[in-house]
Structures are given as C-alpha cells and as structure tokens.
C-alpha cells in the first residue's frame, strides 16, 4: 500500500518536473495557433517590414516596422544608460564597498526590483514625464527618452544582480596573484576581474535587454504611444508590448487585427527565447 | 600624470557614483508616493467601493480582487512548482532532459508578461470557456510565478546536507520517505521565501490580467471564481491613464496600497530568510 | 539461473582465509565485486566472504577502495549518477541487488565517518528507522529507543535529554546515537565507516568497547584508517590498496606475519 502510495507520488513529481517544457510548448503553440491566420492576409515579409499600421482602417494596414523601431529605439537608449551604470554598480557591490554599505545598496536593488512597473510608469508619468517635457521644451514628455531612462531603471536589478555573481565566482586566486604582483585593486578589477567575468556581465547585459524588450505597462504609460517610425529619441513611440496592451482590449476576436496582434506576440516569443537561450550559454560558459 | 592610486580614487569614485544614480531615485520615488499617497489613505479609501467614475469612493473591490488573483495563482503554481523543484532537486540526472527543463524556466522567466496575457486570453478565456475571470486570471499568473517558486525551491532543497538523505535511506528508509521526513521539512523556509515572492510578483503583475480577468469599473465584489474582478495594479493604469480628472491624491494613494502590499509581502520574505540563516543547524 | 553461493563454493580465491577459529556460518559472500565511478576504477576483481559474529577490519590508504566497498554492501552508492558493479555479493544466500533495497539497508545498518545525526530531537533520531517502517505506537518507539541506547552505551547519560536536539550532543555522544540509530532497526549486519576519525581518544575507546559486545549479536564491518584500531577490536582483518585486495587474515596473522610484502610496508606505517 505505501509503495502504491508513493509510486503515484514518484509519477507526480515526474509529471510536474516536465510541466516547464510543457508550458512553454503550449504558449507558443497558442501563439501560432492564432497568430499565423494574419499571413493569410499580408505576407511575412510585408507584416515585417511593413511601415504603417493602421489595424483598423479599411483596407488594415499591418506593418509592424514602426512598432519594432519604437522598441528598437527604446531598447537601445535604455542599453546605453543601464549597462555602465549597472555594470559599474556591480562591480562596486561585489568589489569595493564595505560590507554595511554592501547590505544598504543591495537591499535598495531588491526593493526596486520588488515595485511594480505599473507604479514606476506612474510615477515616471508624474515626474520624468513633465520633466522632459520642460527641459527640452517639447509639446508632449511622452516621448522615447522617457521610456529609455525608466526602463534603464527597471532594468538595473537584473544586471546588477547578475554581474554581480559572475564577479562573485571569479577566483580567489586571481585576484590574488595581481595584487601580489603591485597592481592596484582597481587595476586587478579592470584588468583582471572584470575581463576574467566577461560572459557572466554579457548574460546580465543580455537578461537585462530581455527584460526591457518584455516590459509593458511603464512603457505604454510614458511613451506616448504613436505607431510611426521614429526619426528623434525626443518623439513619441510605440512598442511591441503596448501594442498588444492598448489594442487587444479593442480587437475583435477573429478579426485581422485579432490576429496580427498574435502575430506580434510570436515576434516577441522569438526574441526573448533567442535572449534567454544565448545568456543561459554564456552563464554556462562562466561556470565552466 | 596621476599616480595609480589617485587613478584608483577617482575609479571608485565614479563607481559609487553609479550607484547613488540607482539608489537615490528609488529612495525618491519611494518618499513622493508615501508623501502623496498618505493624505488618500483613510479608512473609506480602502473599505470603500469606488464612487463617481472612480473619481472618488475606495478601492475595496480592487484589493480583494489582487487578494483573490494571488491566492488563485498561488494554489496552482505552488504544488506544481514545488513537485517540479523536488523533481530537479531529487530525481533528475544530468542528462539532455533535465538540460531542457532548465532552459524551458528560464524561458519561462524570460517570456514577456504581455505575452502571458495573449497565451491565457486564448488558453483559459476562449479556450477553455472560463471567460474573463478570476479562474482565467489566477491560472494565467500562475503559470508566470511558476519559474520563480521552481528556482527558488530547488535552491532551498538542494542546500540540504546530502548526509541527511544518506542516513535516512541507510536506515532503510525510501526514496520518498526521505523527501518528505528529512528534506522537505529542512527546506521549508526557502520554500516559504520563494512562494512569497512569487506572491509579490503575482500581485504587481499588470499585462497578464489586462484581457483575462480584470474589470475596468466593478464596483462590487466578486461573486465566484468565474466572476470578472478588478485589481489594485490594473486600477491603478485605470485611473492614471484612462480617466480624466482623477485627483492627485486618489492615484497616488493606490499606488502607496498597492506598493505596500507588495513590499510587505517581500520583507516578510527578507524576514524569514534572514531568520532561518541564523537559526541554520548545521 | 546461476546460483551465486555456488559459484564461490568451488572458488577456492577465498577458501585459503577461512580460519579455523571462526566457525560460524557465512554471513556476506562476495565475489568478483567489481565497481567503478565514470571512468576510475574503484574495486577490483574483490572475493571474500564474511562470518557471522565477527569484525572484519578493513584497512588501507585512502582511495584505497575500502570505503565505496562498504557503502556497496547496504547499495548506498547506487544513488551516485554514473556508478556501476559487476560481480555478486550475497547476503544469507541472496544476492542482495534482487532484494528490496529498503529491506537490505534494514538488514544492513551503517555507521558514518563523521557524526551525523539528523537535524530532530534525539529521540526522534533512534525511532527514525522504526517510525518510517510503520511503527507508530508510542509505547513500541519508547521501548525500542531505550533499548537501542543501552545497547550504544548512551541511555544511562542521555536518558533525560531525549526530546533536545541531537546536534546538543558531544561528538562521542552523537556517534553513538548514530550507533544506537542503526541499532533500532535490527540490524543483522553492520557497517562501520571509520566511525572514530572524527573523536578523541576517550570517545574511541567508548565506541570501540561498543562494538566488541556488538559482536555477539551482530556481523560488524569496519573500515578504519587507523591500524592500530584494527589491531584492537578485528577478528579478521583485510588490507586494500588501489582498488585491489592485496590480503585477509586473521588479525593476528596479518599485523605478526603479513603474507604480502605490501601489507607489510602498510602496517609498519612505510606509506598511507
């Protein structure tokens, strides 16, 4: 009986050790399930490369060019300001502070990874919003470099956190033989430490990517969400991710519109599972 | 030219700097909401259900609509989530599946969360005819806290002493015997502290619910599980983008509930785990 | 199917150790045990057989093999990834990889290196083996808890901190509760792996005079890293070296006139 009991246990254990790949099997068959009827009426290539959209004039329009842009331009200047501040924060963290202040800066981390991004988008609305708005004397603050500077924010837990261990797992001995040879302890960090985790912070750069590109209510409430191709960091964009936010609630289930936004889902699917398999490859190439 | 140490100084310097540029906004950010949000917070505001548009009145229905969302996703990502961890933890070997139940949580981890919207609008909503509702909303978060009760899990069950398992299958105890007498017990407060923060991720979540539960104005509570029902982040996008002429201090007295309620639940974490390091028997 | 016991029976590999002496039965017959990690070759080719009611010593070097030889008696390297054994071990005329593993583990006890009580309250630890058998009468529990602590010498100090946490324990004292846990189960055999390398020589002595009045009940295997210990309490002793058993004896035999030049140069402390 009590072998009975746990052979079923044993199944289940089993059973829900594969529930992962199960999941992530199924979203993105139910991704393409609905998503894929949109080529039907534009081809890939046009759904692409497309430069209007305009899901709900007559004939829709649905090119998603001007949507990859804005995520495009809003990923890009989030990169270019989280990954030296965070890489430098890390390197701080796991380096050079004292171990009080250690404890301060990285409880600070955890508790901005803890807000919600629809409490930083409003607060980005109330604050960073009007604050471009004035300094560069635009007509509207919701433009791309106020969803570049919040998502940087958002996404400076997860590459902090995760350089931070790659820093971590360096060797010992490494670090000790330079500094037993007269280097500095900022020479042996930038020459010795930081070259020696390099693929560990390119994970956490990539995660970090990852993160901005997925990020959705923050960005469709401060980026102003026009769906044109933009020409300035200072215009209003619109991303992938609010895309499917703003219009799912309006689509008709089983229109055109219906599927591309799906169809868009598949796009983002694609992109994060290439992020998120390349940095667990570089995570692993640290550990060994 | 400046000697390496001054060169050193002014390197760590800059590093510190960084870190005041993440630091402080977030001390900010934290100080405007509570400034802000305070004079909102009374005893109507959060008892009461919301009046004239959501202009005025509480958010009542929004609270125990989040409540009801984490308490759904939570009874489905829990047991699923732990078995999983046990299965990694105990029984996996390195081999190609195991190497592909790894990547399938970091994937998961790493799905856009609007995406989790689309999968439970199709899945629960049409799919399995739940309709936008609690049932649909709970399973969708579910399924998206699920790689972080998984991890965290594994992690609490792993840093069990590999000694405990020897000594009780030497004393001819079975394999599952061993799990739930000597590893589970030992692992619970891990356990505990991920289960908590996926409770703090699942409250926060905002896309995944915006097409599979959440009610743009309801002002009453929810009747059962097939029932729409508002909730605290999605009310507070609600308020702040969808609807004029809401005051100040109604947005930024949600945004302080919802925030606290978030944090709460993660120093609860911070709290249990800190204990259990001290406590930590071997 | 082959019979096993048989084989050995006409193997006369072994035949050459039987002492006189020792006339009880054949308690653990094993023949041609071979077992590897991945790719190291940790056993080889090891043929002997154990008696009922006697400490067999076994002694070597470390990596000497002794250790993966005991933990393969109880099948307690079978949850290692990449392990594997050829070859037979028999126990009372069964193979014991055809015998219900939980079974075997309850018929085989085993002591460890180092002190490891479970992270439960003293009691909790000797009625561990019983209580995950089914026995949940808390009248049984109690009797067998006393009874397995003074047979280990434990009861008379311990008696009145049964419900602290074992970890409260001295070393000695938490090998052994350790003894007193195997006990509980009803062991026929026991497996001792170097169960003093972690004590002072006071403890030594305590779970040494343990073992020796264990002997009358029970079959004891010790693995030891320390010759003398052997000298003190083996009936038989056994020496490895690489894997390899180089020579069992009779523990007189092996310390005064060692048949191999290598045992030798072992017990005179030339290397290990």
Redesign the interface.
Known sequence: M?KFK?FI??K??????????F??V??FL??L??GLSVFQIVTPCDFLFGKSWYPISEPAQLGILPLMMGSLIITLGATIISV??GV??A???AE??PSRIKE??KA?????A??????????G???LVPWIKNVFHLPTGLTALSGSVMLA?MA?PTI?SIAEDALYSVPKSYKEGALALGA????T??RIIVPAASSGILAAVM?GI?RV?????AVM?ITGNAAVIPTSILQPVRTL?AT??AE??EAV?GSEHYFA??AI?IV??II??I???TS?LFLHRERK | MIS??G??KI??F???L??L???V???L??L??IQKGLPAMTWQFITDIPRQGMRTGGIFPAIIGTIYLVAGSILFAL??????A???S?????NVLTR??K?????????????????G???FV??CKFGASILAGSLTLG?MI??II?TTSREALESVPA???????????????TIR??VLP?AIPGIITGTILGI?RA?????PI??TVAAFYLPRLPKSIFDQAMAL??H??VI??QVPNVE?KV?YGT?LV??IL??FV?LVA?VIRSQFRKKK?? | MVNPVKNIKSDDVCNRNVPEKVSHGIKIDIHNLNIWFAENHALKNVSMQVFSHEILCAIGPANSGKTSFLRTI?R?NS?L?NFKTTGAIVLDGQDITKMDV??L??KV??V?A?P?P??LSVFDNVA??AR??GIKNRNKLNAVVERSLQQAYLWQEIKDRLNE?A?KLSGGQQQRL?IA??LA?EPDVILFDEPCSGLDPISTTKVEEAMLKLKESYTIILVTNNVKQAARVGNRTAFFLNGELIELDRTEKLFTAPSDQRTDGYIRGKFG
């Open positions: 009590r746990e246990i044993e289940l254990i089993l059973l829900s050790g594969l529930t992962s790949i999941f992530v199924l979203i139910f991704l399930k609905e030296p501040i430098a924060c390197v701080y963290i050079v502070a301060i800066l600070g981390i955890e508790l901005l803890a807000i919600p991004s629809v409490v930083l988008g409003f607060i609305m109330m604050t924010f400076m902090v500095t302890h900022w020479q960090i930038y995660l990852g590109i997925g990020e959705t209510m409430m991710t499917i936010a799912m609630g289930v936004l799906f889902g983002l699917f994060s599972f992020i998120n398999v667990d | 390496s140490l060169k050193q390197a760590f800059f590093l510190f960084a870190n540029l993440v630091i906004p977030v001390g950010i934290l405007i909401i047991p699923i989530g732990l078995l999983a046990i299965y990694l105990e029984y996996a070997k390195d592909m139940i990547l399938a949580i970091v994937n998961l981890a790493g799905v856009p969360s609007v995406v989790y919207g689309l999968f609008l199709v899945l049409s799919f399924i699920l790689p998984i000694m405990f398992r020897e000594v009780s299958l030497s004393l001819g105890a079975s394999k599952w015997q007498h000597i030992n703090g409250a926060g979540e905002t896309a915006l097409f982040p999605y507070l996008y702040s983008t100040e947005r945004a919802l925030l978030v944090l993660n911070i028997k071997w | 109880n307690l949850v990834p939980e079974l583990r309850k006890g085993m460890f180092m490891s479970l992270p561990y083996g995950m058998s946490s970890f350790c846990r195997t189960v």
